[in-house]
T-cell receptor, first 114, second 112 residues
Framework: QQPVQSPQAVILREGEDAVINCSSS?????VHWYRQKHGEAPVFLMI?????EQKGHDKISASFNEKKQQSSLYLTASQLSYSGTYFC???????????????FGKGTHLIIQP | NAGVTQTPKFQVLKTGQSMTLQCAQDMNHNSMYWYRQDPGMGLRLIYYSASEGTTDKGEVPNGYNVSRLNKREFSLRLESAAPSQTSVYFCAVLAGAYYEQYFGPGTRLTVT
């Protein structure tokens, strides 16, 4: 079952902040975040592991609440280059960081306007 | 160093035709994946291979077969294409210190 992402789309002005949420009905071992630009392949942003480990990327960070089976991606002081579609991918059973493949959400479209 | 390559980039098939999508990696990693991406659906796992000689079904395997020829190559075959298989197909490799998946550029397939 796919994790649920919210919002489906968001439009921001450059410099504004955004939060993208990812929620699963199953227990999570890890959450992976990817960004995809139009017509391109998804690109890895970060992974959050069971146990609370967070890994940041520039002004993009994320959190992982194992109890609530949720993860949130925080984009601070957004830049034009942040535009794209953001996907969370979840690992619902332990396989060593998603070795059995990930279950992706449907994506959140982020548009940054100058 | 190309990373993950996919061929072809584009393909149009008629219903009932067969074809094989090719994926190759030069990253020397074991785990490889095939995903399909449809508008509004995100990425869905078709098959994966944890190592040479092993393959496992993912979320949407019906209508597809795979072959892990060697460590480098993982192919996806459509035996009898259907319009519902119109999609963008991505191959990925599990690599890196943080278990990131590296995606190939994709194959855009249309079945008429």
């Amino acid at each position: 079952q796919q994790p649920v992402q919210s919002p489906q789309a968001v439009i921001l002005r450059e410099g504004e902040d955004a939060v993208i949420n990812c929620s699963s009905s199953k227990a999570l071992y890890s959450v992976h975040w990817y960004r995809q630009k139009h017509g391109e392949a998804p690109v890895f942003l970060m992974i959050l592991l069971k146990g609370g480990e967070q890994k940041g990327h520039d002004k993009i960070s994320a959190s992982f609440n194992e109890k609530k089976q949720q993860s949130s991606l925080y984009l601070t002081a957004s830049q034009l280059s942040y535009s794209g579609t953001y996907f969370c991918g979840t690992e619902n059973k332990y396989s060593g960081g998603g070795a059995d493949g990930l279950t992706f959400g449907k994506g959140t479209h982020l548009i940054i306007q100058p | 160093n190309a990373g993950v390559t996919q061929t072809p980039k584009f393909q149009v098939l008629k219903t009932g035709q067969s074809m094989t999508l090719q994926c190759a990696q030069d990253m020397n990693h074991n785990s490889m994946y095939w995903y399909r991406q449809d508008p509004g659906m995100g990425l869905r796992l078709i098959y994966y291979s944890a190592s040479e000689g092993t393959t496992d079904k993912g979320e949407v395997p019906n209508g597809y077969n795979v072959s892990r020829l060697n460590k480098r190559e993982f192919s996806l075959r459509l035996e009898s294409a259907a319009p519902s298989q119109t999609s963008v197909y991505f191959c990925a490799v599990l690599a890196g210190a943080y278990y990131e998946q590296y995606f190939g550029p994709g194959t855009r397939l249309t079945v008429t």
